[in-house]
């Protein structure tokens, strides 16, 4: 048993060897900032950010509407993540934190997009006893209201509902078992897209996800939910108006299978919807210690998966959940087990542009015109 394992673990360490290609070419033609090779296509690119880093580190803020013409506000606009609490009660909202990122967003004229209205996740404390069946139809409602709301007219592009599917759950419509669904019924995502659409008629109407990108097993199950769920929501007229792909990729994964992604991404399109890459970036956890290769292999993975995804034209906005290393997510959630700094981003600690920035400059530089 221990023999299989270790030598399991060791084809995997060759395999994640083998990815590396130390002859790939990431030349990229000029110098223009990764929004202007965008928008020559027709495509926005934009990062996430959050605010008190915005305001902890000017050159961040310097850097982001330079490289971006998108911002998304990774905590402030959630009902509650980190130091942001929009909805410190069920009957209050603090919208300072939220209004901050829109006032960024608009003072360098970026677009803003919202992140996001209905999740099971990053809610505040009072919300699981809060909420029962006779009042979370008033309380989802209520919150789409506001919410989209006040930022009528100055939203890109809202994340109405967020992750969910969750085929694991065992349900055949694949839907996640929360308690929006365990109190309003299948139907609260209609319910929601229906508000939404009323609140703020500009905006496009997003439902995002993860976990849709690899040939695995997992994959494979999600892709299927949620086409399930993309054509249930158009067949009965639900106001959806596009698809938010998270795409938080793996450095270490050897299973991009570029011809059933394209297949994925097409059937989207077909139901006439839009594609957002919303959440792009490439953990590096599990590749080899030495930068060079490790930022090679980044590089590679942001290369071959957005080369597939940008070929689609219903593909309109790609978004790297950061712009620069040292503020990914995963520096806390994935940190390397040898203790050096991650490096999932275009731009390094010192807002260097890296391997991974080239290769997505090169995609836009190549991709079709939209
Ligand atoms: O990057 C976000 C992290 O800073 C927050 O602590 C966390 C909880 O609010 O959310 C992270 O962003 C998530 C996003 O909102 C939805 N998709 C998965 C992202 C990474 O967890």
Same mark, same amino acid.
Request: negative net charge; hydrophobic residues 40%.
């Given at each position: 048993?221990?023999? &299989?394992?270790? @030598? ?12 590396? !290609? ?5 030349? &990229? ?36 509407? +330079? ?8 905590? *402030? ?16 909202? !603090? ?20 992140? /996001? ?15 029962? /069946? ?25 994340? &109405? ?35 939404? @659409? ?14 849709? *990108? ?10 299927? %939910? ?42 989207? %399109? ?5 594609? #957002?890459?919303?959440?792009?970036? +490439? ?5 080899? @210690? ?8 980044? @590089?590679?993975?942001? *290369?071959?998966?957005?080369? &597939?995804?940008?070929? *689609? /034209? ?8 950061? #712009? ?47």
């Amino acid at each position: 048993m221990g023999t &299989v394992t270790g @030598a399991k673990a060791a084809y995997k360490r060759y395999q994640i060897l083998a990815l590396d !290609d130390p002859t790939r070419d990431f030349t &990229v033609t000029g110098n223009a900032p990764l929004k202007a090779r965008a928008q020559a296509k027709g495509l926005i690119y934009g990062s996430s950010a959050r605010y008190k880093d915005l305001i902890a580190d000017p050159d961040l803020a310097n850097e982001l509407p +330079v490289e971006c013409n998108m911002l998304v506000p990774e905590w *402030e606009m959630k009902w509650s993540a980190g130091d942001a609490l929009l909805r410190p009660t069920p009957d209050r909202f !603090d919208f300072t934190l939220a209004d901050r990122m829109a006032e960024f967003a608009q003072h360098h004229q970026m677009l803003l997009r919202g992140h /996001t209205l209905i999740w099971h996740l990053c809610v505040p404390s009072w919300f699981e006893t809060g909420i029962h /069946t006779d009042n979370a139809e008033q309380l989802l409602t209520q919150h789409i209201q506001t919410v989209a709301g006040r930022y009528a007219g100055k939203i890109h592009s809202w994340d &109405v509902v967020n992750e969910a599917i969750e085929p694991r759950d065992g349900r055949s419509d694949g839907l996640r078992e929360t308690l929006w669904l365990k109190c309003l019924g299948a139907d609260y995502i209609d319910l929601a897209f229906r508000t939404a @659409a009323t609140a703020d008629p500009d905006a496009l109407l997003v439902y995002n996800d993860y976990g849709l *990108e690899y040939d695995t097993f997992e994959c494979e199950a999600r892709r299927i %939910a949620i086409l399930k769920l993309l054509e249930r929501l158009k067949a009965q007229g639900t106001p959806i108006h596009a698809v938010g792909l998270q795409s938080h990729l793996d450095g270490s994964e050897t299973c991009f299978n570029a011809e059933k992604f394209r297949r994925f991404l097409s059937d989207i %399109a077909s139901l006439g919807l839009k594609i #957002l890459i919303t959440e792009l970036d +490439v953990e590096d956890k599990n590749l080899p @210690a030495d930068v060079a290769v490790r930022d090679r292999i980044v @590089a590679s993975a942001y *290369e071959d998966f957005l080369s &597939v995804a940008l070929d *689609e /034209t219903a593909v309109i906005a790609v978004i790297t959940w950061g #712009l620069n290393d040292p503020y990914s997510w995963l520096a806390e959630t994935s940190p390397r087990s040898d203790g050096l700094p991650i490096r999932p981003l275009p731009l390094d600690e010192s807002l260097n542009r890296k391997l991974a920035w080239q290769a997505i400059a090169r995609c836009f530089d190549q991709c079709p015109k939209r």
